[in-house]
């Protein structure tokens, strides 16, 4: 599996030493989440959206309605030309996860542990057998099991829905962990770091429903990676 890309915005030029480096610490920020951040330029301003995401291992999956401005002016023309990539504007992706408050002897070293990717890429708008792969890939990064249990989406919500996928060609992966780095500072006070553990409760059932919680949903429960 080849590195990561080193391109003039990828480089790590501060804290290099929670740099990444390995297209495996890339997939690790990936499967740790399922929410990420769109940043695109709308109509000459930045917006940066929210969205959840799916991945493999080319290819970073976002999507959303077809009259969604940041879908439909953040990517230029955005369709797939003859090379199968797209011609529209790049875009900038960031996913972070908080793994921890680092509470130092000074303010001035008090931190984050975080896990964080960054990635730049010019966005294909997926049609066809690829938007429903697309789909699928995304729904099974969510809720393992889903894709197949949940009614699949039909011919008039696949025409409302618009799939990007943007290549995972240019990214960069920084990861801050341990204690803070002020040791040698005399002040004496408490310090250390307050860990943050995101997990999945247990299933609420919609009151409607009259089916049990499915195995798959119930084995979600739990922390996430």
Not at 185 to 203: E, I, K, N, R, S
Request: proline share 7%.
């Amino acid at each position: 599996m080849s590195d990561l890309s080193t391109t003039k915005r990828t480089r790590h030029r501060r804290l290099r030493e929670q740099g990444r480096t390995d297209r495996e610490a890339l997939f690790e920020v990936l499967r740790a989440g399922f929410v990420c951040h769109l940043g695109v330029v709308v109509d000459g301003d930045p917006m940066v959206v929210p969205t959840v995401y799916g991945f493999d291992s080319g290819h970073l999956y976002v999507h959303g309605s077809v009259a969604s401005r940041s879908l439909e002016h953040g990517i230029g023309d955005g369709e797939s030309g003859g090379d199968g990539q797209g011609h529209g504007s790049a875009v900038c992706v960031t996913i972070t996860h908080v793994d921890g408050l680092v509470l130092a002897r000074s303010v001035f070293e008090h931190g984050v542990n975080y896990r964080s990717a960054i990635i730049y890429g010019v966005p294909r708008v997926l049609e066809g057998d690829e938007r429903l792969a697309a789909l699928r890939c995304l729904t099974e990064h969510i809720a393992p099991g889903q894709w197949e249990y949940a009614r699949q989406p039909n011919r008039k919500e696949l025409a409302a829905t618009k799939i990007l996928a943007i290549p995972l060609d240019e990214a960069s992966v920084k990861v801050r962990q341990g204690h803070p780095d002020d040791a040698d500072d005399p002040h004496d006070v408490w310090a250390g770091v307050l860990p943050l553990a995101t997990t999945w409760q247990a299933p609420i059932t919609d009151p409607l429903a009259t089916r049990p919680v499915p195995e798959h949903i119930r084995h979600r429960s739990g922390p996430l990676p």
